[in-house]
């Protein structure tokens, strides 16, 4: 038994939460057997829905690819904040040859969400990274064909789940691609995607609460109070 910060003994195990962490573990395992899900994940801060999350993808070891985005606080003014993240992750556990494969000609475009990925200065390619970010509605669906078509990349090349916590936070910009992207999957029968939220931070979010039905709504969606 481990000693947390504080003093106070902390278990390695997940205590108290047998049925929510077989319904989790659910819907891993039918990722693996071909059948991906969403995964909406409630509950009150401090109740343990980071620990569910760690504790069953843990359990699940390597046959699953995991990338994860957290929603800020302080950060839900700062567009695709929580994406900027996942591809953050995605540079971090992919060697550069194969990173290149995925990213594909999405790079131009999702450089504007991750200064790391563009490309030298001069080229074409990063002069076109920049267009991505306008408020142009066109702009928006390009760069969110990008992510959705990097997406399946990494799903078509090792089962991958889709982590984005707190999005009661969530920025408008982000909330509208986590919708596009949830679905763009979903369509496809690709990638797992869990999301967690706090349901007493949600006053006043009704585009959040909105999306949270939505994807409540689907056959192939848990959700874990």
């Known amino acids: 038994m481990a000693v947390a910060p504080g003093g106070s003994l902390s278990s390695p195990l997940l205590v108290g939460r047998e049925p929510e962490s077989r319904k989790l573990a659910g819907a891993l395992a039918a990722l693996l057997d071909g059948h991906p899900r969403v995964v909406v994940i409630s509950g009150e801060a401090g ?13 699940a070891g390597p046959s699953l690819r995991v990338l994860r985005g957290e929603c800020l606080a302080l950060g839900s003014a700062i567009p695709y904040l929580p994406f900027a993240e996942l591809l953050r992750d995605l540079v971090r556990q992919v060697p550069p040859p194969m990173l290149a494969g995925i990213l594909g000609p999405a790079r131009a475009e999702l450089a504007w969400l991750l200064p790391d990925l563009a490309a030298p200065t001069g080229s074409r390619a990063g002069g ?73 931070d949600l006053e006043g979010r009704d585009a959040v609460l909105t999306l949270l039905a939505d994807l409540g709504r689907d056959s192939s969606a848990d959700r874990i109070e």
């Not at 990494?154 to 919708?179: G, N, R, Y």
Request: charged share 30%; proline share 2%.
């Open 47 to 59: 109740i343990g829905k980071t620990r569910l999350i760690d504790d069953c993808l843990r359990r």
């Open 128 to 200: 076109e990274a920049s267009a991505a970010g306008g408020g142009d509605d066109l702009d928006r669906l390009r760069l969110y064909e990008a992510f959705l078509r990097v997406a399946e990349r990494v799903a078509a090349e090792h089962p991958t789940v889709f982590v984005l916590e707190d999005v009661q936070w969530i920025d408008s910009a982000s909330l509208e691609l986590l919708s596009f992207l949830a679905h763009g999957l979903r369509q496809r029968n690709q990638a797992t995607v869990i999301v967690s939220v706090r349901p007493d």
